[in-house]
């Protein structure tokens, strides 16, 4: 439903929006003003005189072995396809090597929900993991795998969590959260938990001092009113429990899965700007925001920095759930660091809280 007022910026740049003002914001406000007022947000958070960070990561799929069959997925088999598998830890091991000797720092870690893999095969294989490479930030299991493996082990999610941090996962990636509406939810993945279940489970996760990040995968069949209900699951929760150390949002690839066939359109460059600049605006309890350049490519990843982002995620030295979907960005850490000078910005290599390990400065490079 198209909204007939015309947004009161000033009024609005000072104060926490309400779902109805967020909706308005996004229908109603032209391109380059809205993103004035999330760079302003942004300001707010991450002066200029700070640097764009970015993080040294790599994301391994430990199985694509998976019975949530979401349709927008274009990476998983069901169990007993041939096309299945389950990394053996010679192979995780080797990838991570890669990864330290390359100065990465973060190993972000998710499969499918394998009805094989109970929570003795995680400990077994974080224990192995923090033994060969204690240094290494293991940024594992979405809430839905998490889900997945209470069921499968018979547990509650708290003595789940217990057991996975005691062999030691450090946090936990926002995977799973699609759009935190069920009847999007039903439509997409049916079989995947619903939306109460993500936030229980990043709830307990966040009383048990796991950090984590939250996300949104927009652009198939939600409205723009469901996204913003997305965002304000996560604005509740988040005053609730301040656990979540950041917001990625990423557009839905429609090439190669089952929903591609019934979406008949392309988020558009400035439909991503637009929800991304709204999302900075409306979470205005959240320090974080990520560019997605993984999905929008490079120079749009460097574009959204203007439009409330301030950290260009990770460097993705390994990527294949996206890739598998039709989308391929292949990005150095120099192309990366030089997209960041071109906005006139320092560059930082960052940890996973967030903490800076290196400052690339524009001077000089």
């Given at each position: ?38 760079n302003n947000v942004r300001k707010k958070f991450h002066p200029d005189s700070k640097p764009v960070t970015f993080i040294i990561d790599r994301n391994i799929n430990y199985s694509n072995v998976c019975t949530a069959a979401c349709r927008f997925c274009a990476f998983a088999f069901w169990p007993g396809d041939k096309r299945g598998y389950v990394n ?278």
């Amino acid at each position: 439903m198209q909204l007939l007022t015309k947004p009161n910026l000033s009024k609005l740049s000072n104060k926490r929006l309400s779902k109805e003002e967020a909706l308005d914001l996004y229908l109603n406000t032209d391109l380059i003003e809205l993103g004035e007022l999330a760079n302003n947000v942004r300001k707010k958070f991450h002066p200029d005189s700070k640097p764009v960070t970015f993080i040294i990561d790599r994301n391994i799929n430990y199985s694509n072995v998976c019975t949530a069959a979401c349709r927008f997925c274009a990476f998983a088999f069901w169990p007993g396809d041939k096309r299945g598998y389950v990394n053996s830890y010679e192979i995780i091991y080797e990838k991570t090597k890669e990864l330290v000797n390359l100065g990465g720092t973060q190993l972000l870690l998710q499969g499918g929900h394998n009805p094989e893999l109970n929570i003795d095969y995680y400990i077994d294989l974080f224990k192995k993991l923090k033994n060969d490479f204690p240094k290494i930030t293991l940024h594992a299991l979405s809430p839905s795998e998490i889900d997945h493996i209470c069921n499968v082990s018979n547990l509650d999610t708290k003595a789940v969590l217990k057991k996975l941090m005691d062999a030691g996962l450090n946090s936990i990636p926002g995977g799973g959260a699609e759009i935190l509406v069920d009847r999007v939810r039903n439509i997409i993945s049916p079989l995947k938990i619903k939306s109460d279940r993500w936030i229980e489970v990043m709830e307990i996760a966040h009383g048990l001092g796991l950090k984590t990040t939250a996300t949104m995968m927009f652009g198939h069949v939600e409205t723009p009113e469901e996204r913003i209900e997305h965002m304000e699951r996560i604005r509740q929760l988040q005053d609730k429990t301040g656990g979540f150390t950041a917001f990625i949002s990423w557009t839905f690839q429609k090439e190669n899965n089952p929903l591609g066939k019934d979406v008949a359109y392309n988020v558009s460059t400035i439909d991503y700007l637009k929800t991304l600049a709204i999302s900075r605006i409306y979470l205005d309890n959240i320090i974080n925001f990520q560019s997605s350049w993984v999905t929008q490519g490079i120079q749009i990843g460097q574009v959204a920095l203007a439009f409330g982002a301030n950290d260009m995620g990770g460097t993705m030295l390994e990527e294949n759930v996206v890739s598998a979907a039709g989308t391929s960005c292949p990005t150095s850490m120099e192309e990366i660091i030089h997209a960041i000078h071109a906005t006139d910005r320092d560059a930082a290599q960052r940890d996973t809280q967030y903490n800076i390990i290196k400052v690339i400065p524009l001077v000089g490079a």
